[in-house]
C-alpha cells in the first residue's frame, strides 16, 4: 500500500471513529433512558421534546450545512463540531434545569447537523476514488456502527460498576457516563486534529469560479440522479425506522417476553459491520447501484416475511427473518451516500447536493413514527403492523427500482 493510499485509509479510519462517537451523547436514552428520566429530574414527555427539538434542528440544518461544508474545509468543520459536541457534554453532566436541557439539545443539532453531517460525508467522498466510494461508505457505516456498540459497552459497564449499592447512587452513574462519552468526543476531537491533515486546499472554493447558492441549489434540483437518489436514501431510511418496532411487534403481537425479543432483535444490530463493509466491497466489484438495488430487495421481502409470518413460527424462522432485514437494510445504508459519484455532481456543489438529499430523504423520522401510531391504533389486532410493514416493503421496490435506474442512466 503506497503511502498515499495509506494516509487516505487512515483518515478514513479516523472518520469513522469521530462519527460514531459524535452521536451516542444525544442518543444517551437508547440504553439509560430511566436512569437519564431520573437524573435530570424530568419527565418522559420533557425527554421527548427534547428529542424533537434535536430533529428540528437537524432537517433546517441539512441544507445550510452542505453549503457551510462547500465553503469551509470539511476537516476544520468536524474537529470545531467535535469540540463543540463534548463541551456541551460536559455542561449536561451539570444536569442543568429542562429548560436549558431544551437549549443543549437545540445546540446538538447545530454541532452534529450543520457543522458536522454534511462535512463528514463529503469528506469520504472526497478521499475515496470512484472505484473506492462503495467500500469506503462500507466501512464508515459497518465501522461507525461497531464504534458506538464498544462505546456502550464500556458505558454500561461502568453505570454498573456505580450501583453496588443503594439505589440514589443511580444519579452519580448517570453523571460518570455523561462525562465518559464528553471525554471521548474531545479526545477524539484531538486525534482528529493530528490525524487528518486539514491544511490542504479546497480546490472547488479556490481554483474554480463560485456560482451563486441559487445556481447550485437550481443545478442540484434539475439533476434527475439526485432525485433518484433521494427516492434510494429514502427508502433505505425507512426500513431503519422500521426496526425500531421489531421489539414491540414481537411482544404484543407474539407474545414473546421483553428479553427474548431484545435476544432476537440485538442480532439484526450485528449486522451493521457485516453488511455495510460486504455490501461495500462488492459494490465496488459489481457496480453500487446494483449491489444497492438487491440490498433494498432483500430488505422488502425479508420485511414483508416478518409481516406475514404465522404466529406458530418458531424464534430460529423470526432470527433469520430479522438477521435478512438486518443485512439488506445496513447493506443499503452503507451504499446509498455511495452513488453520489454516480450523479454527475460538480464538487463544488456536493455540499449542496448531501445537503438536499438529506433534507427530503431523513423525513421518515417525522412521518413514519406517527404513520406507526395511526396504523396500530387502528387495527390493534396485529393488522396494524401487517399495514405498516407492508407499506415500508412496498417503498423498498421503490428504491430498488431507483438504484437500478441510476446504474442504467450511469452506463449511457
Known sequence: MDSTKRERYRSLF??????????????????FEGPLIDALGITLETLNEAGS??????????VPSGWLTDRIDSIKLIIGSLIA??????????????EVVMWIFAAWGITTGLTFWAALIKEVNQLAKHDEQGRFFGFLEGGRGLVEALLATAAVALFTSLLPGP?????EAMVAVIYFYSCMVLVIAGITA??????????????????????AFKEVAQNPKIWLAIICVLTGYQFL?????FSGYLQTQWGMSASVAATLTLAKLWMRPVGAVTAGFLGDRFQ???ILSW???????????LAFSPHFANATLILVILVGVGLGTYSSRGLYWAILDDCNIKARHKGIAIGFISLLAFTPEVYLPKLNSILVSAWPNGGGYVAYFSLVAGCGLAGALAAHRIELATKL
Do not use: H
Not at 53 to 62: D, H, N, W
Not at 86 to 98: K, R, S, T
Not at 196 to 215: A, L, W
Not at 295 to 305: E, G, P
Open 14 to 31: 479516523t472518520l469513522i471513529i469521530a462519527a460514531g462517537a459524535i452521536y451516542p451523547l444525544l442518543y444517551l436514552r437508547q440504553n
Open 295 to 305: 440490498s433494498l430487495l432483500i430488505s422488502s421481502a425479508a420485511t414483508a416475511c
Open 288 to 290: 453500487v447501484n446494483r
Open 85 to 98: 459536541t463534548g463541551l456541551l457534554g460536559l455542561y449536561f453532566a451539570q444536569l442543568p434545569n429542562p
Open 167 to 171: 439505589e440514589s447512587t443511580t444519579r
Open 194 to 215: 493530528l490525524m487528518i491533515r486539514s491544511e490542504r486546499k479546497i480546490t472547488e472554493v479556490i481554483d474554480v469560479p463560485q456560482t451563486s447558492t441559487f445556481d
Open 53 to 62: 427539538i434535536l430533529g428540528i434542528v437537524f432537517m433546517l440544518s441539512y
Open 241 to 245: 425506522w422500521a426496526t425500531y418496532s
